[in-house]
Antibody, heavy 121, light 110 residues
Framework: QVQLQESGPGLVKPSETLSLTCSVS????????WSWIRQPAGKGLEWIGR???????KYNPSLKSRVTMSVDTSKNQFSLKLNSVTAADTAVYYC???????????????WGQGTLVTVSS | QSALTQPASVSGSSGQSITISCTGT?????????VSWYQQHPDKAPKLLIY???QRPSGVSNHFSGSRSGNTASLTISGLQAEDEADYYC??????????FGGGTKLTVL
């Protein structure tokens, strides 16, 4: 079955760009659509956005101005970039698959294990 | 988009049943039968319990059940067990093709 693994720097300086990659195994990245979700310590989940296998994107309106997502089919990976970060962007970042069937979106499953990104100088 | 509304905490005794509510709007829960529920233990990734408001994935215990009515979805856990103590999150698809989560509910098993 599909498994996901996040990777990237665990520490990012304020005002810089957070960059994460999600490696997909057990399935082709071209067959599905993919989401990023984050969770600040002790707080709830926040959906960041989705990258479709076509490369088209859909972002959370609250983050849209700072987010870029893309897919790299040659590496079976997809990525997240969040620019102009502040301490409020410190969180565990999860990558996940958006599960669709012939009727459309069904759920978000499975998820990666998550990676902690801290924004600090 | 504002988060779906969940109670911050619920509690119940071992063996009892509890229900967690999740309230949205006509732009999300009220428009689609596409509510998912996740269980999250400390320092773990969320685990899918329910999708399409009431469907259980293979391997999920049948003491978890879900329902939806209007703009509100509910997760019921029957026969509470100690291992059910965790945080629970609802989420829904929206009319903007985005996904929205609830603020989370901490379940304490007394």
């Amino acid at each position: 079955q599909v498994q996901l693994q996040e990777s990237g720097p665990g520490l990012v300086k304020p005002s810089e760009t957070l960059s994460l990659t999600c490696s997909v195994s057990g399935g082709s990245i071209s067959s599905y659509h993919w989401s990023w979700i984050r969770q600040p310590a002790g707080k709830g989940l926040e959906w960041i956005g989705r990258v479709y296998n076509s490369g088209t994107t859909k972002y959370n309106p609250s983050l849209k101005s700072r987010v870029t997502m893309s897919v790299d089919t040659s590496k079976n990976q997809f990525s997240l970039k969040l620019n102009s970060v502040t301490a409020a962007d410190t969180a565990v970042y999860y990558c996940a698959r958006d599960f669709y069937d012939v009727s459309g979106w069904r759920t978000v499953e499975p998820w990666g294990q998550g990676t902690l990104v801290t924004v600090s100088s | 988009q504002s988060a779906l509304t969940q109670p911050a905490s619920v509690s119940g005794s071992s063996g009892q049943s509890i229900t967690i509510s999740c309230t949205g709007t006509s732009s999300d829960i009220g428009n689609y039968n596409l509510v998912s529920w996740y269980q999250q233990h400390p320092d773990k990734a969320p685990k899918l319990l329910i999708y399409e408001s009431s469907q259980r994935p293979s391997g999920v215990s049948n003491h978890f059940s879900g329902s939806r009515s209007g703009n509100t979805a509910s997760l019921t856990i029957s026969g509470l067990q100690a291992e059910d103590e965790a945080d629970y999150y609802c989420c829904s698809y929206t009319t903007s093709s985005t996904v929205i989560f609830g603020g989370g509910t901490k379940l304490t098993v007394l």
